[in-house]
């Protein structure tokens, strides 16, 4: 088993370090390490270590979507907006945004294929998905469907809200 820099066992790391500090992982995946008693994403404290502190409402991005990569060549800082983009399937042009995966009919589309909001990104259905979604929405057997669905629901989660 590995030592940090005072000789003390590095515990439930299996050995990982890096820059004498134990390497966990979160639920989701990411490498995490504790520096003074605070738990920090590892790309976030590479990506910290050689440009300075992350700007409040940015993220850094893995540029290969691999948590596991955290090399500084495959790091980026987006917009907290951008970087929600572009794991939701939105495609980016020269700068601009220019297409978004439909939540209807997966498919690719413009945006001007999407209702636009005021204000606010487009819908995540495009307008032909939209106008079937609408219109089942008021069916009964919909609502049926829907009445059922939330009561699970609701005893699934009970225990915790109640908690």
């Given at each position: 088993?590995?030592?940090?820099?005072?000789?003390?066992?590095?515990?439930?790391?299996?050995?990982?370090?890096?820059?004498?500090f134990g390497i966990w992982y979160d639920k989701k995946g990411y490498p995490i390490i504790w520096i003074n008693n605070k738990s920090i994403k590892l790309?976030?404290?590479?990506?910290?270590?050689?440009?300075?502190?992350?700007?409040?409402?940015?993220?850094?991005?893995?540029?290969?979507?691999?948590?596991?990569?955290?090399?500084?060549?495959?790091?980026?800082?987006?917009?907290?907006?951008?970087?929600?983009?572009?794991?939701?399937?939105?495609?980016?042009?020269?700068?601009?945004?220019?297409?978004?995966?439909?939540?209807?009919?997966?498919?690719?589309?413009?945006?001007?294929?999407?209702?636009?909001?005021?204000?606010?990104?487009?819908?995540?259905?495009?307008?032909?998905c939209s106008s079937i979604y609408f219109k089942n929405r008021n069916i009964k057997e919909y609502k049926a469907k829907r009445k059922i669905y939330m009561?699970?629901?609701?005893?699934?989660?009970?225990?915790?809200?109640?908690?």
């Amino acid at each position: 088993m590995k030592r940090n820099s005072k000789g003390q066992f590095i515990k439930g790391t299996a050995g990982n370090t890096y820059d004498g500090f134990g390497i966990w992982y979160d639920k989701k995946g990411y490498p995490i390490i504790w520096i003074n008693n605070k738990s920090i994403k590892l790309h976030v404290y590479i990506w910290e270590k050689e440009n300075g502190e992350k700007p409040k409402g940015y993220d850094i991005h893995h540029m290969d979507e691999d948590k596991g990569n955290y090399n500084l060549d495959n790091l980026e800082l987006l917009s907290y907006s951008d970087h929600k983009k572009i794991h939701a399937g939105w495609i980016e042009e020269n700068g601009k945004w220019i297409a978004k995966l439909c939540k209807g009919c997966w498919h690719v589309l413009p945006l001007d294929k999407f209702y636009q909001r005021k204000g606010l990104t487009p819908l995540n259905r495009c307008i032909k998905c939209s106008s079937i979604y609408f219109k089942n929405r008021n069916i009964k057997e919909y609502k049926a469907k829907r009445k059922i669905y939330m009561k699970k629901y609701y005893k699934l989660n009970k225990e915790k809200w109640l908690s």
